[in-house]
């Protein structure tokens, strides 16, 4: 029997440009504990055009697991800039609450 990883690179396999699928990889690589597979993961898809908008706020999120808060403000930053010109202001409220919640540098 596969795990659900091994299936998503499949059909990664057949599809390798597909974000869902790559979103779904790097978040299986999260649950596995691969935190810089996962990081790296979001991070490519913030790059994709159109950036794939759920891949900031999930890097920004694993950031803040490993205490890399600075990292994770500028993802979060970035995301909100990009949720924005894409019109998707739930994404950016979501995003501006977290980075509220994060605090401004030096706390």
């Known amino acids: 029997m596969s795990t659900r990883k091994e299936k998503i690179e499949?059909?990664?396999?057949?599809?390798?440009?597909?974000?869902?699928?790559?979103?779904?990889?790097?978040?299986?690589?999260?649950?596995?504990?691969?935190?810089?597979?996962?990081?790296?993961?979001?991070?490519?898809?913030?790059?994709?055009?159109?950036?794939?908008?759920?891949?900031?706020?999930?890097?920004?999120?694993?950031?803040?697991?490993?205490?890399?808060?600075a990292a994770a403000r500028t993802f979060l930053r970035d995301g909100i800039e990009e949720a924005r010109r894409q019109g998707d202001a739930h994404a950016a409220g979501e995003m501006s609450d977290y980075l509220q919640m994060l605090g401004s540098e030096g706390e």
């Open 10 to 69: 499949a059909m990664l396999a057949d599809d390798p440009r597909d974000v869902f699928l790559l979103y779904a990889l790097a978040m299986e690589q999260r649950s596995e504990g691969l935190t810089e597979q996962a990081i790296a993961g979001f991070a490519d898809l913030t790059k994709q055009q159109p950036p794939y908008v759920p891949a900031f706020f999930m890097a920004a999120q694993v950031l803040v697991d490993e205490d890399k808060i």
